[in-house]
């Protein structure tokens, strides 16, 4: 089951559970479509794999399995990559 993770692994963004911005890779490393697409062309900075749109859980499986609130952020953040 995914984690569903709050916020965006670079700029932090909040990215709620239904939000359409939130983007995946296979270990669930949680960015937003602005930095996917404009900072990571599409590629997971710690695996290398491909991101792709994380699926909404509906509300009524929300109630009984809720997203995750644990925070995850690159320590260094993605902005070498921006910079380049
Ligand atoms: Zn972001
Ligand atoms: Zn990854």
């Known amino acids: 089951m995914l984690e ?6 670079c700029c932090d963004r909040d990215l709620p559970p239904d939000s359409a911005d939130a983007r ?21 900075p710690n695996c290398a794999g491909n991101l792709v749109r994380r699926p909404i859980r509906p509300p009524q499986m929300l109630a009984k399995a809720p997203a995750s609130t644990r925070r995850v952020l690159a320590a260094a953040g993605c902005g070498a990559r921006r910079a380049a």
């Open 24 to 44: 995946i890779c296979t270990y669930e490393c949680t960015f937003c479509a602005d930095c996917v697409d404009h900072v990571l062309n599409g590629v997971c």
């Open 4 to 9: 569903l993770r709050p916020n965006c692994e």
